[in-house]
């Protein structure tokens, strides 16, 4: 089986973190959104990647080469981003006839059985019910969790089961002519090629989909779905701290520190996550999610995302307060 990623996007909703980093490269609970991907797919015995790049392209290809050097990649640049559908069209080449493929979204970290799903026949669509469903691409599921039909965002939705954005594509060949009839006809929905319409037509041509549940699903385009994803990563992993050794500082797990990084006088999470090679003095965190090399003096964060390469230092005090007083530095 082989693995689709589309990673080609722009992140707009992240900025300013996707100015200078694709969103697949942001940071959750120690690792990369890309890195939780394909340490997934990996374990489950998946090893033919096709990474579809294209804003700041380079820098994936980069991470994925020399964080993976044994792994099959095969890179696809989408120039104009028309849509997930024309990026997932844009892979056929790198596809066998009839070979199956798994796609998932470079933006979406899923918590669930991987090898069942690449063990399980057929078509499959991951899918969680939602509470607002009209910003998600949906699937209207029978009693027998059969998917009779799946839209992109409609106005009025027949169903609160969200494509979650992983898809187990068993007839291959029959997704990638209707992607392309698509495209050559001009059927658009709301202005791109959707990857949904074309399971429609899959659909449409009696080809049969299962629905698959997933119990937890986090669309990392946000900040503070980032966050949660996050703070839910490092409580499912528990601390890692790579055996190093902190002056006068206190740690309130979980908390994710990265490799060669130089804490002293501060206080540490809980949910916290730390890159490599970061220095924090006099300061105090929590909720928060800190990238490589990165300089923090006398500050207090919380629910914050800090790129990496940064310096923040902040104002110190020196205060002298007697009892029954009430100050707001904030």
Known sequence: MKAIIPVAGAGTRLRPHTYTQPKALIPVG???????????????????????????????????????????????????????????????PCVKKEEEIIIVLGDTVLDLNWKEIIQLPGNLLAVKKVDDPRGFGLAEVDDQLNIIRVVEKPSIPKSNMALVGLYKIASSSILFDCLEANIKNNIRTKEEFHLTDGLQCMIEKQIHFKAYKVNNWFDCGKKDVLLETSSLLLKKAGSQLHDQQFENTIIN???????????????????????????????????????????LEEVVLHQSVVGSDAFIKGTSQSLNIGDNTEIDLS
Do not use: H, M
Not at 58 to 76: A, M
Not at 259 to 275: E, R, W
């Open 253 to 295: 797990p979980p908390v994710y520190i990265g490799p060669n990084c130089t804490i002293k006088n501060a206080l540490i999470g809980p949910n916290v996550a730390i890159g490599e090679g970061t220095s924090i003095k006099n300061s105090i965190l929590r909720d928060s999610i800190i990238g490589d090399f990165t300089r």
């Open 30 to 92: 120690g690792k990369t959104i890309l890195a939780f991907i394909l340490d997934a797919l990996i374990e489950a015995g998946v090893t033919e990647f096709v990474i579809v790049i294209g804003y700041l392209g380079e820098k994936i290809k980069s991470y994925v080469e020399k964080k993976y050097p044994n792994q099959q990649f095969t890179f696809v640049e989408q120039t104009q981003r028309e849509g997930l559908g024309e990026a997932i069209w844009l892979t056929k």
